[in-house]
């Protein structure tokens, strides 16, 4: 009778001693011990830096096989590997938690051991048998997790920038397109929560184009320091136990590898070391989270009542708003972007102290940077996605009340000031505010100007740009 769990495991071995390991699984030992290590969020790792680490280890494949380090059916067998997790396959053998101890130590073996295993596969060998493909000797050439992680942490990182670029740029697009349809709509303009001076609702919406497109020339700088690789460093900078001529290829090699625009990093030592290009690029996201929530709170503010606020948006009715209160909508589209944006600034500040955190010549708080960072382009990104489709594109403009509040406003008599003087017009304001009169009727009725001169001052454009109205 056949031994079923001799069939279902096989036995592998490390420096810490022997452990079954399933039969079918393309990872290894060093990766189940970390799977049981590490019960930390309950995921795995994002997909877009399994990707990264396959185009990394391609890469190292074709510089080794290029100086003479891995001979070419290795080589090859390899690379048909790391071409296949890139293609989506064998992700599900990636299984430690994004969290974990050792500086990434884990998710580097994790990708040696499954590319290990299945060129093993390819050369027509059991899972395992690493007499023919081993996780270190071969697919680890040249390498240490010291310049494999950080590496492909900015690569993770810059692929997934793309796709919040192609956000903010919708999101730039759409309130340019509503900045130009509520151009002709005046309104009164506040600070501090008080009514200020007139305003038109399309000037608003043209402030927050342009606070977009400066998050994304902000964003697009500073994801420039992640270009530059410590690839060819290895443990600690100085490149221990990789071949000169390696050191000189894997850069451009991976760079072409991945079609992407990446130099080595003028001091090896110094990009081992830090952390700072992470730093850089959430602080950038921060500021974006923060435009973000900042415009979110005004459209919630212009849009509330609709009875007994300010009435003068609408933002496009998505779901119920209560379990009790028949017939209110809510701002959800907003309060999902204010959320996101909480979850930003938090993981800046974990991205901050666990770069600032590291010692000597490594930083072991990598996964912690690279699990807050990826969660903050991509909910950044998501909420982006959901902000443009069901909110923005879709508000429309209740011009009327918007007319009526800033008419009953003494927010005009700003506009009047130069022509009855600043003591008259404040004398003026605060009879307007007691008796609950207009501005509009009360300069009339004491002949401070004409119908037509008032007419003049008060034309809405001439409020809203620079001048003296009625001059």
């Not at 290894?28 to 280890?57: C, D, W």
């Not at 390498?143 to 740029?169: C, W």
């Not at 979850?343 to 708080?365: P, R, S």
């Amino acid at each position: 009778m056949k031994d079923t769990k001799a069939m279902n495991y096989r036995i592998e071995k490390d420096s810490i001693g022997t452990k079954e390991v399933p039969a079918k699984a393309y990872y290894g030992v060093q990766t189940l011990r970390a799977a049981e290590n590490f019960h930390i969020t309950g995921q795995t790792m994002h997909p877009e830096i399994i990707v990264s680490l396959a185009y990394i280890k391609k890469a190292c494949a074709l510089a080794n096989h290029q100086v003479g380090i891995l001979d070419d059916k290795i080589a090859q067998a390899i690379i048909q590997a790391c071409d296949e997790i890139v293609a989506g396959k064998l992700h599900d053998h990636f299984i430690v938690d994004p969290i974990q101890g050792g500086a990434g130590t884990s998710l580097n073996m994790n990708a040696n051991e499954v590319i290990a295993n299945r060129a093993i596969e390819i050369l027509g060998g059991q899972k395992g048998d690493y007499s023919m493909v081993h996780p270190n000797d071969h697919v680890n050439n040249g390498q240490s997790t010291n310049d494999v992680i950080p590496t492909a942490g900015k690569m993770t990182a810059l692929r997934l920038l793309k796709n919040l670029k192609k956000e903010l740029l919708r999101l730039h697009e759409a309130f340019c397109i509503k900045a130009e349809e509520f151009d002709h709509i005046i309104k009164m303009g506040r600070t501090q929560m008080q009514d200020a001076v007139p305003i038109r609702l399309g000037q608003e919406f043209k402030a927050y184009s342009v606070a977009i497109m400066r998050d994304i020339i902000r964003i697009d700088k500073t994801s420039q320091e992640l270009r530059s690789l410590n690839m060819g460093g290895t443990a600690i900078g100085t490149g221990i136990n990789a071949d000169t001529d390696y050191v000189k290829q894997i850069v451009p090699t991976l760079a072409e590898v991945s079609g992407m625009d990446f130099v080595q990093a003028d001091d090896l030592i110094d990009s081992t070391q830090s952390l700072d290009p992470f730093v850089a690029v959430s602080g950038a996201l921060k500021a974006c989270a923060v435009s973000l929530s900042k415009i979110a709170n005004d459209l919630r503010l212009m849009s509330s009542g609709p009875r007994t606020g300010f009435a003068e948006i609408n933002l496009p009715p998505k779901q119920n708003g209560s379990s009790i209160m028949p017939g209110k909508v809510n701002p959800v589209i907003p309060e999902v972007v204010n959320q996101v944006a909480f979850k930003v600034i938090g993981n800046d500040m974990t991205i901050a102290m666990a770069a600032e955190a590291g010692q000597l010549e490594l930083n072991a708080f990598e996964p912690v940077t690279f699990y807050c960072l990826f969660q903050s382009i991509d909910t950044l990104a998501n909420a982006i996605q959901t902000f443009v489709d069901n909110c923005v594109l879709g508000i429309t403009a209740n011009e009327e009340n918007c007319r009526d509040l800033l008419e009953n406003s003494v927010g005009i008599i700003t506009a009047i000031c130069p022509h009855v003087g600043y003591q008259k017009a404040a004398d003026i304001a605060k009879k307007a505010l007691k008796t609950g009169e207009s501005v509009r009727s009360l300069i009339l009725q004491e002949k401070l100007l004409s119908a037509e001169e008032l007419e003049a001052i008060l034309d809405p454009v001439k409020m809203t740009e620079p001048g003296i109205s009625g001059k």
